[in-house]
């Protein structure tokens, strides 16, 4: 059976807005980083979607390099997290407000 | 030797860039070494430099030196290039040396104060533009030297700048001195533009043959040249800026505030003689601007009771006797007092520091008194100073160099009656500051104790002075005692005789200045002996005529310790003639009136309203850059759907 593409999009897009969410909402970084990396496979799963539709492998292609680039951006963002804590002892991203004009 | 005449003037340079890079981080010992040792390094070498010119040429033929090209655009091609003849032999000789003996004056002095490495910078710094200067081949080079002493100079004034009155003063000298260069640039404009060169010894040469004396072109050099000359060396009307400048440290005061610098336009007006032999007018001018400036500054010199204001004055005076011997043509002896003003105005200036000194910063001749048994190196030496500025007969050298430039403004042909008269009066109103101000410092009743005694390194220089300044005089007699020419012969190597009316001037040649046995040339004064004894007789008179008038006003009397009470003429002599109000009021004024109410002109104002446009846009957009994150990502994602909106609905 198939499922059509409508349902697969409607997901992604569902994701993808709980993922906006949780980064608005939320101010521990971690839950922020958490939520950059639902809406990343949101996106992700509207390619894989997209291209099974179409019959063709460039949206599962898509899908590996947005996994390779959400990894990279991990690494980093765990690495500022760290310096965040050392710096402020607190993981409220409302405490790095210093670059306000 | 002659090869290395380079380093003469690149010893101080060294020195001065040594000290501004290094200068934080050197122990103040090494900083005194590498200040003093750069200058007495180079006065050696100009001795031994000096030598060997002398030797090998008697006829003093110039020696040139051109280290490299400088600029080479269509033509223009100045290079960095030096010409030793003996004007510039002279002038270096008195830079180095006198220079040398200041330096080490100032180690012990400036000791204790901040910016040690500092001050020895800017000395040396000066030391070498004041060296380019006078060795420059072409103008634009001596422009360079000419603004380099002048910032050293602002440098110098300032350089206690803490206390906003100094700042003030090196404001004003370089501002006032600006004038008198504007001139001189626009002057130098005129020569290179008629000649298309700014090599001096082309132009001189040439300058003859293209301009007819008294012609108009001539004249505007000349006197635009002389405008130069008057800023530089305080003349009237561009004289207030020195009595200011002596905010300055006190050896900053001998070096360059007396014996060099201010000096530097006698040295332009000697160096370019043949323009104002070409304009009679511009030459006479220089005379009578020297003779009003001598008793102008001579009067402001009574009422001083700054010692350091005195002795300002004082130089402006003497400059102005200076000025005066250019003027009549008698170009060696211009040249002479120069010398021996800078020995003897340099021992004043460094002995009334040492007073200063030793009386924590007292200034206030009326609050000293009673020095002499005190501080006895300091008070001969002054003496000694004091007696050569003044003239007395035959035993200093202020004499035999002041006397020679009264008998010329009589006896030259460009001279006149007024111009002596004027010398003359010079002459008695010098004695009588002079002495004044040595009765009131060292006579009398003692008001203060000195704190210490002066080292040997500050009274050495004083001892070399005051031999220079009472056996500097020997080499150069008047024809009708003793006859000696050394000086006179050396200069007019390079620069004309005194112009005698009536009997030609014949020179023995090939005469060397080291050689006493040269002097054998004959020169006679178509006045006749008869006259010259005269005039000698009444210049020595009016001399110790001030002396006694001071002695008997000034001497043991028991003055208040303060600043005395003056009427109002004396006021107006003690500000110098008010010269600065009038400037003030003529000038300063009217310009700060006219841009006050200038400020806010229709162009300003479109600017200013750019810029508080600008301005109030910054406000806003600041605002948007709150430091939040989430605020950032809400704005990303509100945008976005914004922009995919426009896109899908339209």
């Given at each position: 059976?198939?499922?059509?593409?409508?349902?697969?999009?409607?997901?992604?897009?569902?994701?993808?807005?709980?993922?906006?969410?949780?980064?608005?909402?939320?101010?521990?970084?971690?839950?922020?980083?958490?939520?950059?990396?639902?809406?990343?496979?949101?996106?992700?799963?509207?390619?894989?979607?997209?291209?099974?539709?179409?019959?063709?492998?460039?949206?599962?292609?898509?899908?590996?390099?947005?996994?390779?680039?959400?990894?990279?951006?991990?690494?980093?963002?765990?690495?500022?997290?760290?310096?965040?804590?050392?710096?402020?002892?607190?993981?409220?991203?409302?405490?790095?407000?210093?670059?306000?004009? | 030797?002659?090869?290395?005449?380079?380093?003469?003037?690149?010893?101080?340079?060294?020195?001065?860039?040594?000290?501004?890079?290094?200068?934080?981080?050197?122990?103040?010992?090494?900083?005194?070494?590498?200040?003093?040792g750069s200058v007495a390094l180079s006065a050696i070498l100009v001795v031994?430099?000096?030598?060997?010119?002398?030797?090998?040429?008697?006829?003093?033929?110039?020696?040139?030196?051109?280290?490299?090209?400088?600029?080479?655009?269509?033509?223009?091609?100045?290079?960095?290039?030096?010409?030793?003849?003996?004007?510039?032999?002279?002038?270096?000789?008195?830079?180095?040396?006198?220079?040398?003996?200041?330096?080490?004056?100032?180690?012990?002095?400036?000791?204790?104060?901040?910016?040690?490495?500092?001050?020895?910078?800017?000395?040396?710094?000066?030391?070498?533009?004041?060296?380019?200067?006078?060795?420059?081949?072409?103008?634009?080079?001596?422009?360079?030297?000419?603004?380099?002493?002048?910032?050293?100079?602002?440098?110098?004034?300032?350089?206690?700048?803490?206390?906003?009155?100094?700042?003030?003063?090196?404001?004003?000298?370089?501002?006032?001195?600006?004038?008198?260069?504007?001139?001189?640039?626009?002057?130098?404009?005129?020569?290179?533009?008629?000649?298309?060169?700014?090599?001096?010894?082309?132009?001189?040469?040439?300058?003859?043959?293209?301009?007819?004396?008294?012609?108009?072109?001539?004249?505007?050099?000349?006197?635009?040249?002389?405008?130069?000359?008057?800023?530089?060396?305080?003349?009237?009307?561009?004289?207030?800026?020195?009595?200011?400048?002596?905010?300055?440290?006190?050896?900053?005061?001998?070096?360059?505030?007396?014996?060099?610098?201010?000096?530097?336009?006698?040295?332009?007006?000697?160096?370019?003689?043949?323009?104002?032999?070409?304009?009679?007018?511009?030459?006479?001018?220089?005379?009578?601007?020297?003779?009003?400036?001598?008793?102008?500054?001579?009067?402001?010199?009574?009422?001083?009771?700054?010692?350091?204001?005195?002795?300002?004055?004082?130089?402006?005076?003497?400059?102005?006797?200076?000025?005066?011997?250019?003027?009549?043509?008698?170009?060696?002896?211009?040249?002479?007092?120069?010398?021996?003003?800078?020995?003897?105005?340099?021992?004043?200036?460094?002995?009334?520091?040492?007073?200063?000194?030793?009386?924590?910063?007292?200034?206030?001749?009326?609050?000293?008194?009673?020095?002499?048994?005190?501080m006895p190196v300091v008070f001969w030496t002054f003496l000694v100073g004091?007696?050569?500025?003044?003239?007395?007969?035959?035993?200093?050298?202020?004499?035999?160099?002041?006397?020679?430039?009264?008998?010329?403004?009589?006896?030259?042909?460009?001279?006149?009656?007024?111009?002596?008269?004027?010398?003359?009066?010079?002459?008695?109103?010098?004695?009588?500051?002079?002495?004044?101000?040595?009765?009131?410092?060292?006579?009398?009743?003692?008001?203060?104790?000195?704190?210490?005694?002066?080292?040997?390194?500050?009274?050495?220089?004083?001892?070399?002075?005051?031999?220079?300044?009472?056996?500097?005089?020997?080499?150069?007699?008047?024809?009708?005692?003793?006859?000696?020419?050394?000086?006179?012969?050396?200069?007019?190597?390079?620069?004309?005789?005194?112009?005698?009316?009536?009997?030609?001037?014949?020179?023995?040649?090939?005469?060397?200045?080291?050689?006493?046995?040269?002097?054998?040339?004959?020169?006679?004064?178509?006045?006749?002996?008869?006259?010259?004894?005269?005039?000698?007789?009444?210049?020595?008179?009016?001399?110790?005529?001030?002396?006694?008038?001071?002695?008997?006003?000034?001497?043991?009397?028991?003055?208040?310790?303060?600043?005395?009470?003056?009427?109002?003429?004396?006021?107006?002599?003690?500000?110098?003639?008010?010269?600065?109000?009038?400037?003030?009021?003529?000038?300063?004024?009217?310009?700060?009136?006219?841009?006050?109410?200038?400020?806010?002109?229709?162009?300003?104002?479109?600017?200013?309203?750019?810029?508080?446009?600008?301005?109030?846009?910054?406000?806003?957009?600041?605002?948007?850059?709150?430091?939040?994150?989430?605020?950032?990502?809400?704005?990303?994602?509100?945008?976005?759907?914004?922009?995919?909106?426009?896109?899908?609905?339209?």
């Amino acid at each position: 059976m198939t499922i059509p593409m409508e349902y697969g999009l409607w997901l992604a897009a569902i994701l993808f807005c709980i993922g906006l969410a949780g980064v608005l909402v939320r101010r521990d970084v971690i839950f922020m980083l958490m939520s950059v990396e639902v809406m990343l496979n949101a996106a992700g799963l509207a390619f894989i979607v997209g291209g099974a539709a179409r019959g063709s492998a460039d949206g599962q292609v898509m899908f590996i390099f947005i996994l390779a680039m959400a990894a990279a951006e991990v690494s980093v963002g765990l690495a500022l997290i760290i310096q965040l804590y050392q710096t402020f002892k607190t993981l409220d991203a409302d405490s790095a407000g210093g670059l306000n004009g | 030797m002659k090869e290395f005449l380079w380093l003469i003037v690149a010893l101080p340079f060294a020195g001065s860039l040594l000290l501004a890079l290094a200068g934080k981080h050197l122990p103040r010992l090494a900083s005194a070494m590498i200040g003093v040792g750069s200058v007495a390094l180079s006065a050696i070498l100009v001795v031994l430099v000096g030598l060997d010119f002398l030797h090998e040429n008697p006829a003093g033929v110039p020696f040139h030196q051109t280290l490299w090209q400088w600029i080479n655009v269509s033509g223009f091609s100045p290079g960095i290039a030096f010409q030793l003849d003996s004007v510039s032999l002279t002038f270096i000789f008195v830079i180095t040396f006198v220079g040398a003996l200041i330096h080490l004056y100032s180690a012990p002095f400036m000791w204790k104060e901040e910016g040690f490495a500092r001050f020895f910078s800017c000395m040396n710094l000066f030391v070498g533009f004041m060296l380019l200067l006078v060795l420059a081949d072409n103008f634009l080079l001596l422009y360079l030297g000419w603004e380099g002493v002048g910032l050293c100079s602002y440098l110098l004034i300032g350089f206690w700048y803490k206390d906003p009155a100094n700042g003030h003063a090196a404001r004003k000298a370089f501002t006032v001195t600006r004038v008198g260069d504007t001139a001189m640039v626009i002057g130098l404009f005129i020569l290179f533009t008629n000649y298309h060169t700014l090599n001096i010894r082309d132009i001189l040469h040439a300058a003859p043959h293209t301009w007819a004396p008294g012609s108009r072109i001539a004249i505007t050099t000349a006197f635009l040249l002389l405008g130069g000359a008057i800023g530089k060396s305080a003349q009237v009307p561009l004289q207030t800026w020195l009595p200011d400048a002596m905010a300055a440290p006190s050896p900053v005061s001998a070096l360059i505030h007396a014996a060099t610098m201010v000096t530097a336009g006698v040295y332009l007006i000697a160096r370019t003689h043949v323009l104002f032999e070409l304009a009679p007018i511009a030459q006479n001018g220089v005379a009578v601007i020297g003779a009003i400036t001598l008793i102008v500054a001579g009067m402001a010199a009574i009422y001083q009771h700054d010692i350091k204001k005195v002795l300002a004055y004082s130089t402006i005076s003497q400059i102005g006797y200076m000025f005066l011997a250019l003027g009549v043509g008698a170009w060696s002896a211009a040249l002479f007092h120069f010398m021996i003003h800078a020995f003897f105005k340099s021992l004043l200036f460094l002995g009334a520091g040492s007073v200063i000194a030793v009386l924590h910063d007292e200034h206030n001749m009326y609050k000293m008194g009673g020095l002499w048994k005190k501080m006895p190196v300091v008070f001969w030496t002054f003496l000694v100073g004091a007696c050569a500025l003044s003239a007395l007969p035959l035993i200093t050298a202020g004499f035999y160099s002041k006397d020679e430039i009264i008998w010329q403004a009589y006896a030259s042909e460009k001279g006149s009656i007024t111009l002596w008269l004027t010398g003359l009066a010079g002459a008695f109103i010098t004695a009588l500051y002079t002495f004044r101000m040595v009765f009131l410092t060292f006579f009398g009743q003692a008001k203060a104790e000195p704190s210490y005694r002066p080292g040997l390194g500050m009274t050495l220089p004083l001892v070399v002075l005051a031999f220079l300044s009472f056996a500097g005089g020997f080499i150069q007699l008047p024809d009708n005692m003793g006859h000696v020419t050394l000086f006179s012969h050396f200069i007019e190597q390079v620069l004309p005789a005194a112009p005698t009316p009536g009997t030609a001037t014949t020179h023995a040649a090939a005469i060397s200045a080291t050689t006493a046995t040269g002097a054998t040339a004959t020169y006679t004064a178509a006045s006749g002996h008869a006259a010259e004894w005269i005039a000698q007789s009444i210049a020595a008179a009016l001399s110790i005529a001030g002396l006694v008038l001071a002695y008997r006003l000034y001497y043991n009397k028991p003055f208040p310790a303060a600043e005395p009470i003056r009427g109002p003429i004396q006021q107006f002599f003690f500000k110098g003639w008010n010269f600065d109000a009038l400037y003030d009021k003529v000038i300063v004024q009217p310009i700060v009136f006219l841009s006050r109410i200038d400020k806010n002109d229709i162009i300003d104002q479109f600017y200013t309203s750019l810029a508080s446009i600008a301005g109030w846009f910054n406000k806003r957009l600041a605002s948007t850059q709150n430091g939040k994150l989430r605020w950032y990502a809400m704005a990303l994602a509100i945008g976005t759907v914004i922009t995919l909106t426009i896109l899908l609905c339209t």
